[in-house]
């Protein structure tokens, strides 16, 4: 009997590879059209993308033979074991992948590393997939692909039926080829992750610490209805911003109450017939009373854009204004408010660090967070998966708590905002039964059989709308019955269109409702100009300004105002890069430009200097958004404290390394704050020395040095930037009072500070 080489020993593996490979887009294309149904393209371009695969795969395994030939000198059985264990662990690696683009409808890219760990585990925690559904997959796989390559090595694999192996799908290649047939579903979802992860850890990460003269005189001609006063600080601008919202509301007899809705997953097409369907009539007779935006676009493809956007006008640092590690100085409406003594409150049903919300609002004094940790024991809890793992609390739960705790805070005007979280994974709502009978009512009355195909695949997401659209529905009927509510403006809008859901083209990614609501309106409108988040701030505050609210001397905001043509509008998509750009009916997503209708429809079109004049605008926004966010160079010290009311006590910064190893080292002296109510001590740093060796403490003395309080802040990681940003009430008036900060270093360890910047403000209300 014939000995066989090493090669054709081999080839069984080859085959196992191709067995898991067809197995795995077998997996990929049954939960698709169970998920999605068989949109058009699919099945073709899955075709190809196992074709794809079959040769890639057959061409790895045909490159690792030298190091099968190497084991196989010490053992054969050796050898087999471990390629077959290295095929089934890329296989599962490969099923875990997949979770997202069943989920999300498009591969995993590097917008994993633009999320902390937290953030990531509380994300696959509420993803509500089942995890014994996934395991049990997971062992099929495995087991039919071990069992295939038994079954291949009984079997004498010639050189004949190899070849047709191969040239099958370098046919489909072929064709696919020239059908131009490729896209999301066509790419192995692994590689497609693989590649994206290698990018980003072999990428060099450039961002804009130092910018040019000629880059900010470029950034100012871009807005020239701003007047411009500062190169060092390039967004810095005279607030002229006319009160042009006052003209639609009848005289308020007191300073209004303003409450915010950032609705999560709210797409524009949500408030219209989407698919025949009318899934928000609450919403939609609402916005019959109002002021609504219809061309108003969002600044980031996830959440984490929206709050810093609608409230402050703020550029996007890294990967979000947020997620900085130190932020600079700012201001929002929530400072703003406070400042002229709003009550400011932010509520929301699930946890308040994500995304760092918590440490955005602290930072800009609010008042009061209340977030999934504080709500009363008779709301239900939501609860995801066999872990349990607690997730929030729906969106009708949310709005009934806040009025109650509203009603603890005492007759003062207030800035309430709201974070909603019902139409985010894991979808999960009460009374599922009641809403999947009117979602059922619905498509029983659609003419179209396609849009009843549409909801039935979408189900988890629809009736998630119909339940928002109730608890909003319900919030303003209860709002109502309230003494404060003819005293009231409401403003809606969307974080980002929802994520599990397609959109019709890339722009609409942004494409969002804006609607101002009061009962105080003198009547409806509804306008057609684009706007972005970024246009809110200015707009409410000039607002304001009839109310008694100082409106600041200057601004930095990013935007313009709700009644003018925004024309240079920048976007951060999923994975956190700034590569769209709108700019006057042009969009660029990127290497495309298109020309864009007043639908926000999107036409290719071949212009090479608009395009290059359009990237040449997006790279000096980008730099101008990054080095003004990285550098503390939104606004100067003087302008934040003017526009807050705040003395300025002291302002310490060190562009040197501070290097100690002493047991204390002086941060700030003793200062007199006996004249003020509150304090804000705000500072940020590099720390470099051993774990948790140093802390910054602070103090506040009475004239006999007798503590009054004392806080220590604790520098636990070597190679971390710390922020803190602390109001300090003090108590006591006609005592004197002093104020001293230091470095405690009780161990005498070697520290080093970088990067020093911070104040101490001081506040009479």
């Not at 695969?53 to 045909?62: E, S």
Request: aromatic content about 14%; overall charge negative; hydrophobic content about 40%.
């Amino acid at each position: 009997m014939k000995t066989k080489t090493t090669f054709e020993k081999y080839l069984p593996l080859i085959a196992t590879a191709w067995l898991t490979i067809f197995l795995l887009r077998l997996v990929e294309v049954s939960a698709m059209l169970i998920v999605f149904g068989n949109e058009d393209g699919m099945l073709p371009s899955e075709l190809a993308g196992l074709a794809v695969d079959l040769v890639n795969g057959g061409a790895v395994m045909l490159a690792l033979f030298p190091v099968y030939l190497l084991l196989s000198k010490c053992s054969g059985k050796l050898a087999d074991i471990i390629y077959v264990v290295g095929i089934e662990s890329i296989a599962v690696a490969h099923l875990l992948i997949l979770q997202y683009f069943f989920s999300q409808h498009k591969p995993l890219g590097s917008l994993l590393f633009g999320y902390s760990l937290d953030e990531i585990m509380l994300t696959v925690t509420t993803a509500n997939v089942s995890i014994i559904k996934v395991a049990a997959l997971l062992v099929i796989v495995a087991a039919l692909s071990t069992g295939g390559f038994f079954v291949f090595k009984t079997k004498t694999l010639t050189k004949t039926k190899t070849l047709t192996m191969v040239s099958a799908p370098l046919a489909v290649i072929a064709a696919m080829l020239f059908s131009g047939n490729y896209n999301d579903f066509t790419i192995n979802k692994s590689l497609a992750f693989y590649k994206a992860a290698i990018e980003y850890e072999t990428e060099e990460k450039v961002y804009c610490h130092e910018i040019s003269d000629a880059e900010v005189e470029e950034y100012h001609q871009m807005f020239p209805e701003k007047k411009f006063v500062s190169e060092e600080f390039p967004l810095l601008h005279r607030f002229e911003t006319a009160d042009s919202l006052g003209f639609y509301f009848n005289e308020f007899e007191r300073r209004p109450n303003i409450v915010i809705l950032f609705v999560e997953g709210l797409n524009d097409d949500f408030v219209h017939d989407y698919h025949g369907a009318n899934l928000m009539p609450n919403l939609r007779g609402l916005m019959e009373k109002s002021l609504c935006w219809n061309r108003c676009l969002t600044l980031g493809e996830r959440s984490f854009s929206i709050v810093p956007s609608i409230l402050g006008s703020l550029p996007y640092g890294e990967i979000g204004f947020t997620l900085l590690d130190q932020l600079p100085l700012h201001l929002t409406l929530t400072s703003v408010l406070n400042a002229a003594d709003y009550q400011t409150d932010f509520f929301y049903g699930q946890g308040s660090w994500f995304h760092k919300k918590n440490i955005f609002f602290r930072k800009n004094n609010i008042d009061l967070i209340f977030d999934n940790a504080k709500y009363s024991d008779k709301y239900e809890k939501i609860v995801v998966g066999k872990e349990n793992y607690f997730w929030g609390y729906n969106d009708k739960c949310l709005f009934k708590q806040s009025l109650e705790v509203i009603d603890t805070l005492g007759d003062t005007p207030r800035l309430d905002m709201y974070f909603t979280g019902s139409t985010h994974s894991p979808f999960i709502i009460s009374e599922t039964e009641r809403y999947d009978r009117r979602l059922d009512e619905i498509c029983d009355n659609l003419e179209s059989n396609t849009d009843r195909k549409f909801f039935r695949h979408y189900r988890n997401y629809a009736r998630t709308l119909l339940f928002l659209d109730d608890a909003l529905g319900e919030f303003i009927a209860d709002y109502s019955k309230r003494a404060d509510f003819q005293n009231t403006i409401f403003v809606i809008t969307g974080d980002h269109p929802m994520c599990e859901i397609a959109p019709e083209n890339s722009l609409k990614r942004y494409h969002v409702p804006l609607v101002i609501y009061s009962p105080n309106l003198k009547s409806p409108a509804t306008f057609s100009n684009t706007v972005s988040h970024l246009d809110f701030y200015e707009t409410m505050v000039a607002f304001m300004g009839r109310y008694g609210v100082e409106r600041p001397e200057f601004s930095a905001s990013f935007g313009g105002n709700l009644f003018a043509e925004n024309n240079n509008i920048a976007f951060m998509d999923e994975p956190r890069n700034v590569i769209d750009f709108y700019s006057d009916g042009h969009y660029i997503s990127g290497d495309k430009l298109y020309e864009v209708d007043k639908n926000f429809n999107i036409k290719k079109i071949n212009d090479k200097d608009l395009h290059a004049t359009l990237r040449q605008r997006l790279e000096v926004v980008r730099k101008i958004s990054e080095y003004t966010s990285l550098e503390n160079r939104i606004m100067p010290t003087d302008v934040y404290c003017k526009a807050l009311n705040d003395s300025l006590l002291r302002e310490f910064k060190s562009d040197a390394d501070i290097v100690f190893s002493g047991k204390y080292k002086n941060l700030i002296q003793e200062t007199d704050v006996t004249a003020f109510d509150t304090l804000v001590f705000d500072f940020s740093l590099d720390y470099h020395g051993a774990d948790g060796a140093c802390q910054v403490v602070y103090n506040v003395k009475d004239e006999n040095g007798a503590n009054i309080l004392t806080e220590y802040l604790g520098l636990g990681k070597d190679g971390r930037k710390y922020a803190f940003h602390r109001q300090i009430p003090l108590a006591g008036k006609g005592v004197k009072m002093f104020f001293n900060a230091f470095f405690f270093n009780p161990k005498q360890q070697d520290c080093t500070i970088s990067g020093l910047d911070g104040i101490l403000l001081g506040n009479i209300k």
